[in-house]
């Protein structure tokens, strides 16, 4: 199918992006368009005008700051993906990113576009969930700043509201030497995953965890963090973790059903991801430390 008819913009800057988003209605951003093209060709959504944010520099590129790692919004998947320090600094990203569709749809897809589409089972608006990774977003108000437990609104609904776009998502990176670990259920490699999970681990300079983060995605409509079962880890030893809370937690799970799978099967998905995700997360933690 071809698209419904659009006017074409080509901003330069964000100055003029930020111009077009005011001055325009029923507009949309296109960015890597590896899920906005699809939806168009679809006719799924039919904007009378399509944005394309492919030109605008100062929306791309991998910066270290003085509180942690800033990624433009419009940098591409495959180069966070080969980046020695996203794999140095939030080596989650980069175990989460080779999961993420096939190097085609890298090359093209965005951090931005996938963190405004939000399918429940994308892998990179889950693990800024896991980071408690920053939003930056500019509106006709200027910039603001959204936490990743405020960014979701729903089923692909983010917090921006029509006039603002994503400029970058920030990161505190753990301590070094923090454990990893990442594990999902797709059915074929590249595929959309049907469930996932995430653990991050620390310890506290000996063999104790100190903090943890655990999250599942693509259960529920948007990733979900596990704080009780996270509290439950901290002070326990890494080698001897008690995986009871942690099952009890994904039990406690509210999944969705679809074409593809029983909210029952989600939920034990669920459990077995997150059993795995912390063991690597374990492992890596006694190697790296
Ligand atoms: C075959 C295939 C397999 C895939 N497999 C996976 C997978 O396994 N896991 C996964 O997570 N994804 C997968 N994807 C989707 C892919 O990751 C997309 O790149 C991502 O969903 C959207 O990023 P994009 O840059 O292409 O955004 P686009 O498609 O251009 O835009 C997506 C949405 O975000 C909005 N948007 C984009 N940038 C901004 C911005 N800066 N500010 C405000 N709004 C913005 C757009 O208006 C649009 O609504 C797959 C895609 C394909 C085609």
């Given at each position: 199918m071809k698209p419904p008819s659009f006017q074409y913009h080509r901003p330069q800057t964000r100055e003029e992006l930020g111009a077009l988003l005011t001055s325009l209605d029923n507009a949309k951003i296109l960015a890597g368009g590896q899920s906005l093209m699809p939806m168009l060709n679809l006719r799924v959504i039919a904007p009378d005008h399509l944005i394309d944010i492919n030109r605008i520099p100062e929306l791309a590129g991998i910066r270290e700051t003085a509180d942690g790692i800033e990624i433009g919004a419009m940098t591409r998947q495959a180069d966070i993906l080969s980046s020695p320090i996203i794999r140095d600094r939030l080596p989650l990203l980069t175990r989460a990113l080779e999961h993420v569709g096939h190097i085609q749809t890298r090359s093209r897809g965005t951090i931005g576009g996938s963190c405004c589409h939000l399918d429940p089972s994308a892998e990179q608006p889950a693990i800024?969930?896991?980071?408690?990774?920053?939003?930056?977003?500019?509106?006709?108000?200027?910039?603001?700043?959204?936490?990743?437990?405020?960014?979701?609104?729903?089923?692909?609904?983010?917090?921006?509201?029509?006039?603002?776009?994503?400029?970058?998502?920030?990161?505190?990176?753990?301590?070094?030497?923090?454990?990893?670990?990442?594990?999902?259920?797709?059915r074929r490699h590249g595929d959309f995953a049907i469930s996932g999970a995430a653990a991050l681990l620390e310890a506290d300079g000996g063999s104790r965890i100190a903090r943890a983060a655990l999250l599942v995605f693509g259960v529920e409509e948007a990733p979900r963090r596990l704080y009780e079962a996270e509290a439950a880890l901290v002070g326990q030893i890494a080698s001897e973790i008690a995986l009871a809370p942690i099952l009890d937690a994904a039990r406690a799970l509210d999944p969705m059903e679809d074409v593809q799978v029983t909210a029952d099967y989600r939920r034990h998905l669920a459990g077995t991801l997150l059993g795995r995700a912390l063991r690597e997360a374990c492992t890596s933690l006694e190697q790296r430390s």
């Open positions: 800024c969930t896991a980071l408690d990774a920053e939003f930056v977003a500019i509106g006709p108000k200027g910039r603001r700043v959204i936490a990743a437990a405020d960014w979701f609104q729903g089923m692909l609904q983010s917090s921006l509201d029509d006039q603002e776009f994503l400029e970058a998502v920030r990161f505190r990176p753990w301590a070094k030497g923090h454990g990893y670990g990442f594990a999902e259920y797709a």
